[in-house]
């Protein structure tokens, strides 16, 4: 094999993040090549947020080595690093309630200049999520929850990323809607898409993705194919309730 071949999109090595005092990322390593659908679980309190949001460049870090396509990015601005393909799915959402459907999904192309593609990307955005593209000119503090999470999705598909971070897209929704949710994620993982998938609800997370960290109080403690995590004693006792 020619090794470049090897080189993962993107690699996180020893990533170490705190608030103030409190150590919440204590050495954290992990992998994802192009292309590929990776979870990391863990419990409530993990540290998986505090790792999503440092590697969008939203926390410093406080040790450790971020690289992206080959590049140090770990000193990054979030918005240098949003230009270069990585974009986040923040917790909670983070939908803008007063603005617009299409203001929210057009803040997804802050970070770009090139107008006529910005449109070209609305409509194919629009397209793989009708509901929200029926809805461009509402307020989106008054779309449902589901709707917001495919909104927060479709704004950060307008940076054109190469690398999705998304944070517990289940969270508060219905089953029905979750798996539209995690239908749309799969398209966009099939367009080529590298995603970063964060989830409480584990064995939903493990049924995506192909392979998966376990994290545990700030550190990866187990990681591996989706089937041999599914099929793991102690990831079915502590993560699956079973
Ligand atoms: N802003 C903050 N200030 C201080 N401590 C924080 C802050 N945010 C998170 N923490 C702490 O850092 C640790 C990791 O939190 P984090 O939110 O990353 O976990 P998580 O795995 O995403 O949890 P959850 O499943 O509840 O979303 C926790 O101990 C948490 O209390
Ligand atoms: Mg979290």
């Given at each position: 094999?020619?090794?470049e071949?090897?080189?993962?999109?993107?690699?996180?090595?020893?990533m170490?993040?705190?608030?103030g005092?409190?150590?919440?990322?204590?050495?954290?390593?992990?992998?994802?090549?192009?292309?590929?659908?990776v979870?990391?679980?863990?419990?409530n309190?993990?540290g998986?947020?505090?790792?999503?949001?440092?590697?969008?460049?939203?926390l410093?870090l406080?040790?450790?080595?971020?690289?992206y396509?080959?590049?140090d990015?770990?000193?990054l601005?979030?918005?240098?690093?949003v230009?270069?393909?990585i974009?986040?799915?923040?917790?909670?959402?983070g939908?803008f309630?007063?603005?617009?459907?299409?203001e929210n999904?057009r803040?997804?192309?802050?970070?770009?200049?090139?107008?006529?593609a910005?449109?070209?990307?609305?409509?194919?955005?629009?397209?793989?999520?009708?509901?929200?593209?029926?809805?461009?000119?509402?307020?989106?503090?008054?779309l449902?929850?589901?709707?917001?999470q495919?909104?927060?999705?479709g704004?950060?598909?307008?940076?054109?990323?190469?690398?999705l971070?998304?944070?517990?897209?289940?969270?508060g929704?219905?089953?029905?809607?979750?798996?539209q949710?995690?239908?749309v994620?799969?398209?966009?993982?099939?367009?080529?898409?590298?995603?970063?998938?964060?989830?409480q609800?584990?064995?939903l997370?493990?049924e995506?993705?192909?392979?998966?960290?376990?994290?545990?109080?700030?550190?990866?403690v187990?990681?591996?194919?989706?089937?041999?995590?599914?099929a793991?004693?102690?990831?079915?006792?502590?993560?699956?309730?079973q």
């Amino acid at each position: 094999m020619r090794a470049e071949a090897a080189t993962p999109l993107f690699r996180v090595d020893d990533m170490r993040v705190a608030y103030g005092a409190i150590a919440a990322v204590k050495g954290v390593s992990l992998e994802l090549n192009a292309g590929e659908m990776v979870c990391l679980i863990g419990a409530n309190g993990a540290g998986k947020t505090t790792t999503l949001n440092a590697i969008a460049g939203l926390l410093p870090l406080a040790g450790g080595r971020i690289a992206y396509a080959g590049e140090d990015i770990g000193a990054l601005p979030a918005h240098q690093r949003v230009r270069r393909g990585i974009a986040l799915v923040p917790e909670g959402r983070g939908i803008f309630t007063r603005l617009s459907v299409e203001e929210n999904l057009r803040m997804g192309a802050y970070a770009r200049a090139d107008d006529d593609a910005i449109d070209a990307d609305l409509a194919r955005v629009c397209g793989l999520l009708p509901r929200i593209g029926e809805r461009l000119a509402q307020t989106a503090g008054t779309l449902s929850g589901g709707e917001q999470q495919m909104l927060a999705i479709g704004r950060a598909l307008l940076s054109r990323p190469k690398l999705l971070l998304l944070d517990e897209p289940s969270m508060g929704l219905a089953p029905r809607i979750v798996e539209q949710i995690f239908e749309v994620v799969r398209s966009v993982q099939a367009a080529g898409v590298a995603v970063l998938l964060v989830e409480q609800n584990a064995h939903l997370a493990l049924e995506f993705a192909g392979r998966g960290y376990v994290m545990d109080s700030g550190r990866i403690v187990l990681a591996g194919a989706a089937e041999s995590l599914l099929a793991d004693p102690q990831v079915r006792a502590a993560y699956l309730g079973q």
